[in-house]
């Protein structure tokens, strides 16, 4: 997942500094290491991940004493991950997985944290080289985290070197929303999507940029959604790879597993079975999250085998990889990511994201694009739980000005399909860095 690019030698130089200069004091009582901070410090500090050996030592011990259901009485995996495929993935998980790996490729990136509205906020930050270079913030989703994005830093930041020109270059934030990863767990209500995009503004600003673009799939297109309604001074433009696009009219018919009705064109069409699929047969996980995170946060704490099921079967179901998305992704990386759910405990509190934002992720009279007057830029990936009509996007959002469908690539486009998605945001924004020049004159 780590591309050897991304190691070189200044940003080493700078990771060492970074680690020279860290008080070894537990984030999250767990894995992380930062200096502790009030909660009206405004201070970006610089950020390491350490895990204790004792607490891989217990994921080990539990992975070995899993206690596996009876095997699926079908030939397919219509009941669920098939049982063999489960045990396999937890098998390489015990024996062959290593999470030192993760952590020196992390620590050789510049992590910081800071606290805003009074929860820590983890994040990467990578500038570019280049000196007119573009502030990007990126926003993962569920499954996903910030990892979805590692494999996109170099891309962004050197295009030179992956076939791109210098102009092209951006400056990448990489946060993980409160809750997930090695942010804060929030201790009280209200972390919903519109919180996030205040405090990703802030954070921006707080980094010293007076413009900037976003861009998210999943909550992070949600979030970045939520940013553009807000449109504070200083945003140039969102791209979506998950936009909310469904007209009001399908809403219901697509949640009641009505047929398509008459005049729907054929992508339209495939549009509204493919959601009305989701909504019929796959999204119990979604509406178990919204309405009762604590509930199935039990069992994501406590058992990382069912931890792994809950987020394997996603990455299955949701990669352009016919169902095997080690094909694209490769088991330790998938592993990356389940893992750093399990260290940092993450799984009731990223559930409760969803509480929050009990909202149609797809429908844009419940996302409010119309409200939208910033630019907005749309990538189609085919592997995406549905694929979204133009037609649908330009109703949708008023203020589109770009729409390209990809070759490949599914759900998690940039984890995927990293250099492909880079150009696609090269492309996107493109039209956007004059306004961007400008605003830095």
Known sequence: MFNSTLAAQPLARRAVAFACSLALSAMLGLVAAAPVAAQDDTRIRPFQVHVPQAQLDDLHDRLARTRWPDKETVGDESQGIQLARMQELVRYWEHDYDWRRLETKLNALPEFVTTIDGVEIQFIHVRSREPNAMPLILTHGWPGSPLEW???IGPLTDPVAYGGRAEDAFDVVIPAIPGYGFSGRPTD????PDRVARAWDTLMKRLG???????????GSVISDALARQAPKGLLGIHL???????PELVKPIN???PAPAGLSVEERRAYNALSTFFGRNAAYGAMM?????????????SPSGLAAWMYEKMVEWTD???HPERVLGRDEILDDITLYWLTNTGASSSRFYWENHNNNFSAQAQKTDQIKVPVAITVFPGEIYRAPESWAKRAYPSLYYFHQAAKGGHFAAWEQPQLFAEELRAAFKPLRQAADAARR
């Open 209 to 219: 940029y007076t413009h900037y673009v976003s861009q998210g799939g999943d909550h």
């Open 256 to 258: 009641a597993g009505d």
């Open 189 to 192: 209500g209200g972390w919903n």
């Open 241 to 247: 790879n998950m936009p909310a696009t469904i007209p």
């Open 290 to 302: 919204v309405t009762r995170p604590q509930t199935i946060g039990y069992a994501l704490a406590d």
């Open 150 to 152: 590692i494999k996109t």
């Open 321 to 323: 990889s016919d169902s």
